[in-house]
């Protein structure tokens, strides 16, 4: 067959069950892919040829033998490098921890190697999550398969950039201020935000332990809903892990949105911070569109953005600077200068700040609950502009505060970004949609409605297709 650089998940599971497609087939020709591209957008810090092609050789023999774990069985992924693999180093994209060897596998990463996955690499991510887009660091910050001189978004940069490549079907990001959700936007592919608590942060480098989240980030829906099936679940030695029982994220998918009410936050991207005019109109024409399918649309109004992003920012300051602290006063010089300066940001705030925000953050989650009570998904945007470009550097500071991402850290909700178009500069628009806690299921199916109906997924960076 032709090269399946842009097979996902669960087209690439029907080919290798019915035995049209080998795990070897897929592995060695998505590591070509690699060899032969990457060099110009800097997904990996560290691909694993020997070792994929070593466990896509055992699914191989597994399925011959009629052994099938799953629809992920032989399927390759790869993972941002603050999650541990056993025997691998986890860098965090820092001098810091270049030499960094993981001593076990993180728990995500366990559920996805027992469910079959084929791991093809580590990859770039901000240093520490935070600092970045950076060329001061070890390895050279990702860039947007759209457009090489744009920004593709981050911290879970790696992640987005090589799924928009075609390098990969699957990857894991975090996310603790829309580190998942920004490079879905810039990069136009799918990224899940789960609430917090639905999958374990054993075994990842924390950033700030309580917005902290893992997720999965494909190219389509339903691969999205089936990655975040495989990794899922209570985890009883992560003390935020919640016991909560996992449904079948695929059972409700094809139900459309007919009947459904969805609330649309206008008021993030119109009154708290003016968005750019494409991706606000490509926002109203997805909420349009909805209303064409048979959802009720209404306006839901929560408190301002500059709350929940004050709110957020001051928790995640401390935060990381209590992970931080030993390292920023013994080895200052060996973190890039961005990632120094955001992580310094917390060393002048005292206690009364971190609990005032603390109490900050009940009264809005509250507020959003009610605002959530008449609704049963939330539309509104993830960042406000499309992707600048890489070496501006005002209009990067920028995008930390023109996005309505963070809101959704502070409260835990599931958020999920998903492509809503291309600007004229051919760059990706983006929408986000918003649940209540732990009805990802919902957010599913209400997306699939949306890509199914405007094709956008199916779309890809020109001479890569």
């Not at 928790?315 to 973190?335: F, N, Q, S, T």
């Amino acid at each position: 067959m032709s090269e399946p650089a842009f097979l996902g998940i669960t087209e690439a599971s029907a080919l290798i069950r019915a035995r049209k497609l080998s795990p070897v087939e897929l592995t060695t020709a998505l590591l070509a892919r690699i060899d032969r591209l990457d060099r110009s957008f800097n997904a990996f810090i560290r691909p694993l040829p020997e070792r994929a092609l070593k466990v896509a050789r055992q699914a191989e023999a597994e399925i011959a033998a009629g052994c099938w774990r799953g629809a992920f069985h032989g399927i390759p992924y790869a993972l941002k490098d603050i999650i541990d693999v056993e025997g691998l180093p986890t860098t965090a994209h820092s001098k810091l921890l270049a030499d960094n060897l993981a001593t076990a596998d993180a728990a995500v990463t366990a559920r996805l190697e027992a469910a079959g996955g084929v791991l093809l690499g580590k990859l770039s991510t901000h240093e520490f999550a935070i600092g970045g887009p950076s060329f001061d660091l070890p390895w050279p910050p990702a860039r947007n398969p759209w457009n090489p001189g744009h920004f593709p978004g981050g911290s879970s940069s790696g992640s987005g950039v090589g799924l928009a490549a075609g390098l990969f079907p699957a990857a894991l990001g975090t996310d603790t201020g829309g580190s998942i959700r920004n490079p879905a936007s810039q990069c136009g592919i799918i990224g899940m935000k789960p609430t917090y608590g639905r999958v374990s942060r054993r075994g990842v480098f924390p950033l700030a332990f309580s917005l902290d989240h893992v997720g999965p980030m494909t190219r389509g829906v339903r691969d999205n809903a089936l990655m975040l099936q495989v990794i899922a679940g209570h985890d009883p030695l992560d003390p935020a892990s919640a016991d909560e029982p996992v449904p079948d994220y695929g059972a409700s998918l094809s139900e459309g949105v007919r009947g459904l009410r969805i609330g649309v936050i206008r008021h993030f991207y119109t009154t708290d911070v003016a968005g750019d005019a494409e991706m606000t109109a490509a926002i109203e024409a997805a909420a349009d569109l909805f209303g064409r399918l048979g959802a009720e649309i209404r306006e839901i109004r929560l408190p301002p953005l500059q709350d929940f992003a004050a709110c957020g920012q001051v928790i995640m300051a401390a935060e990381a600077y209590a992970v931080h602290e030993r390292w920023l006063k013994e080895r200052p010089g060996d973190y890039g200068a961005r990632g120094r300066e955001r992580l310094l940001a917390g060393a002048g705030l005292s206690a009364a700040d971190y609990l005032q925000a603390v109490r900050w953050r009940l009264t809005l989650r509250h507020a959003a609950a009610n605002a959530f009570r008449g609704v049963d998904v939330a539309l509104t945007a993830s960042s406000l502009d499309p992707a600048c470009r890489i070496d501006d550097d005002a209009a990067l500071a920028a995008t930390y505060s023109r996005q309505a991402r963070i809101a959704f850290n502070v409260t835990g909700q599931p958020a999920l970004v998903i492509p809503a178009g291309f600007a004229r500069s051919g760059l990706p628009l983006s929408l986000q949609l918003v649940g209540h806690p732990f009805a990802e299921a919902m957010l599913y199916r209400v997306a699939e409605a949306y890509e199914t109906a405007t094709g956008w997924t199916e779309r890809h960076p020109a001479g890569l297709a």
